[in-house]
């Protein structure tokens, strides 16, 4: 009895020995942001093309970027580029540069709970930042109302909620807030992590939509997706041509299409407040970060092959996911940078 | 032959050659070695943690030095770090906590064991023992989905009319008074449960005879048996505050995670284990991430400290007597 039990128990390992030796397993980590489009682009790829496995940790922008650093994945993901001193950081170490490849695009928007407020709230730049400064203090301040006439806005103290994790929606968010307004991009400035001048910090999109939606008087930042999902409701913002614009797969295109002319060749730009009269303003797109060179022919191949089904066959699960495009330019211009991964 | 091992209790198996292996052969030293082994594993794994501690914060002690205690400042983009926040809302949730769940959880150690009626008692040992396995996560929830409204449109605005200056500043509900109350509930079974054993372990003579001098059923329990249980009690509280003090979940559900050193108890604010969830996956930069690393060095110290001043009042207390000579 005994006997055969071990005999059972070798002959599995030795077959799962076998089986998991068959498939390729390359492994990411990073943003959380863009975690359901690139699950399904992996499970959908490994169905198409048999045999490359690929498996991703949604740890966050930062963490991603520090473990491709240190080398223990083989690519990772980012909401915000890896700014210069991350880069260095990064060639130091490994002798080789990383490259960016936008994959999809995301937006910010600002979600309030604010009771009593009888329509869907307009937000001009001025009033975001003011908020967020902590120098607008009230639901009826004239920056605020300036731009919802006719809604009844209450004299109640606003109640800012940010994220408390390190977050590329924060990067995103601060990105914008740092464009529009001097005094919070010399008071603050940008990153995934701040010191927030005012506001509670909610653990991730959860917590903060979980503080809007039980605090009153409330305002606060999240994904575009996970508003929508959650029915939060959330405000329309103005763009730098002067227009309201709500944030949605339309519009977060509309800004990717005004930056593709003007797009770097190492594609880590911002296209917040981008130009166009239906852009949204708050913006981004999201980043996979992939080692310049792959010793492992395999898994160098596999990336390669991965990276191009992404910019064809990938992007038209995006929509679905609530995920907006990359425009045809970039996805050319991308499709050209494949050839420079050795 | 006289072997020194017998002359000299705990020196270890330092003995005459011939003695020892004998010893050996019967398994008492090899006994005493593994067991001995197991326990000095324990203290080395903890020699350990804080050492790793230590080096993985080299940067962050050189470049702060002592200051790091005392800075306010917790700026990511600036590279300016400090704990001074941390470390005040780490001891002023674990106050709070004390403060409500110490009087709460004695007074039901109290009644489960000297009052109630052994089956009453019994049950509710059960339900207590539940309480204290629940996951703190869930109490974060609990405290976040219950606690918090319930505080923000109830019980703040009721505190807020007796004017204290620790009742004042906005309701949101979330903060520093909820956090406490959230470890309270966490850490109220660890003082009853530990409290509850000690009282029912105090012999039956010292009860009689506070009975038979005539003093009332109160009076026997509060003036001769808690005192006799007075160590065990205040070991169940250093327990308790043990356990409040590296509360992360739950705390940074409710604290409302703000940078900010108040007054106030209606403030939000930040505690050391907080922080250091929050923030230390997506801490890029050396010195950021060593900054958090020292931060989970000064719990570590706080910790430590704690437990020692525990230590020391226990043997104070005990070595005045254990309440018989009691006056």
Known sequence: MKKIAGLLVAALALATVAWSQGALLINGAG????????????????????NAEINYQSVGSGAGI??????????????GPMNDEQIKAYTDKHGYGILHF??????????????????ALNFTPEALAGIFLGKITKWNDPAIAGANKGVNLPANDIVVVHRSDGSGTTYIWTDYLSKVSDEWKNKVGKGTSINWPVGLGGKGSEGVTGLIKQTPNSIGYVELIYAAQNSVPYGAVKNAAGTFVKADLASVSAAAAGA??????????????????????????????????????????AIKDFLKWSLADGQNYAEALSYAKLPKEVVAKEAKALGSIQ | MASSSTTVPGAGPIVGSRSFLSKLREGDEIARLITFIFAAAVVLVTLLLVYELWRDSVLARQKFGLAFLWTRVWDPLADQYGALP??????????????????????????????????VSDTLEFFIDLLAAVPSVIYGLLGFLAVVPLMREYIQPALKKTMLPIFSGPAYGLGFLTAGVILAIMVIPFIISVSREVLLSV????????????STRWESTWKVVVPFARTGIMGSIF????????????????????????????????SIAAVIA???TEATGQLYSQALIELGLVLFLLTFILNGLARLLIIATSQRGSGMGHA
């Open chain 1, 31 to 50: 943003a959380s942001f863009p975690y359901p489009i690139y699950s399904k682009w992996f499970d959908e790829y490994r169905k198409a093309h048999g």
């Open chain 1, 66 to 79: 520090k473990q491709v650093t240190d080398g223990t994945v083989d690519f990772g993901a980012s909401d």
């Open chain 1, 102 to 119: 936008p994959t999809v695009l995301g937006a910010a928007v600002p979600t309030y709970n604010v009771p009593g407020a009888s329509a």
């Open chain 1, 260 to 301: 593709a002319k003007s797009m770097p060749d190492d594609f880590r730009v911002s296209i917040t407040n981008a130009p166009g009269k239906t852009a949204y303003p708050i913006s981004s797109f999201t980043w996979l970060l992939i080692p310049a060179k792959i010793s492992d022919a395999g898994k160098r191949n």
């Open chain 2, 86 to 119: 941390f470390i005040y809302g780490t001891v002023v949730t674990s106050t709070v906590a004390l403060f409500i769940a110490v009087p709460l959880g004695i007074g039901a150690a109290i009644f489960l064991a000297e009052l109630a009626p052994a089956r």
């Open chain 2, 203 to 214: 012999p039956r003579d010292q009860r009689e005879a506070a009975l038979a001098l005539g």
């Open chain 2, 239 to 270: 327990l308790a505050l043990a356990r409040a003090l590296g509360e992360t979940m739950a705390v940074t559900m409710v604290v409302g995670n703000v940078v900010a050193i108040t007054p106030s108890l209606f403030s939000p604010g930040y």
């Open chain 2, 278 to 280: 929050n923030e230390f």
